[in-house]
């Protein structure tokens, strides 16, 4: 990113309303996207390069390392790093206790979105955080601290208009991709806090017991 003020990079919970963005304190230096597909070999005697078909893509990764620091301002009163900072990251790692089905204590960490200015979306879930404390106060206090954070991409963005997980849709709803292992239930508990709230007429569905992981649905307010 050049000019003088460059965007701050961000990381936003995208399955909690209203969630706070968590600011990187410094942006990345580099970024490291992965994608990878899989190709199998047909089976066929007698040839000596068997035909090859395509077995399917996966999903890409990005990795990045983030500085955290509080010593630069705070001196030798600075903060926890991990309070003031890498607390909020690695706890999008942790099933959230309101995230769990109350009666098969089911859950799964959140969802969330890597934004970097206007260029760079990246909606994923994160799969690896590996922390190290660089810089110390003389109580022990971390005051610096890096975070080696990998991203797993659950949305193509090229195969579907992005949304902003902030706004809403046509008339004011807002828009959820379903996951695997989605069920009504379990979205309508954690849109509403009710599994039995179901309001689904305007998304027309033909098989409610079956969602298809990628699908969109509107999920009105109220």
């Known amino acids: 990113m050049s000019g003088d003020n460059p965007a701050r990079a961000q990381i936003v919970n995208l399955d909690q309303r209203g969630a706070t963005p968590i600011p990187c304190f410094f942006n990345p230096k580099e970024l490291s996207l992965t994608k ?33 620091d509080t010593y630069a301002q705070g001196g030798k009163d600075a903060a926890d790093v991990r309070a003031a900072f890498t607390d909020a990251i690695w706890n999008l790692m942790m099933v959230p206790p309101t995230k769990k089905d109350k009666k098969n204590k089911m859950g799964r960490p959140p969802r969330v979105q890597f934004q970097w200015g206007k ?3 990246f909606e994923a879930v ?19 601290a890096t975070l ?75």
């Open 148 to 222: 080696n954070v990998t991203f797993q991409q659950i949305v193509d963005a090229t195969e579907r208009p992005r949304q902003n997980p902030t706004s809403g849709g046509v008339g004011g709803e807002r828009v959820r991709t379903v996951q695997d292992g989605d069920t009504l239930a379990w979205i309508a508990y954690e849109e509403y806090g009710d599994p039995t709230r179901r309001r689904w007429d305007a998304n027309r569905l033909t098989r409610v017991r079956h969602l298809t992981p990628g699908l969109q649905l509107e999920i009105p307010n109220g």
């Open 126 to 144: 994160i799969t690896s955080i590996t922390q190290k404390f660089t810089l110390f106060n003389s109580d022990g206090t971390p005051v610096r």
């Open 36 to 68: 990878s597909n899989t190709w199998k070999q047909a089976d066929k005697k007698g040839s000596s390069i068997p035909p090859t078909e395509f077995g399917g893509g996966q999903p890409a990764t990005m990795t990045m390392e983030l500085l955290f």
């Open 119 to 121: 260029i760079l979306s």
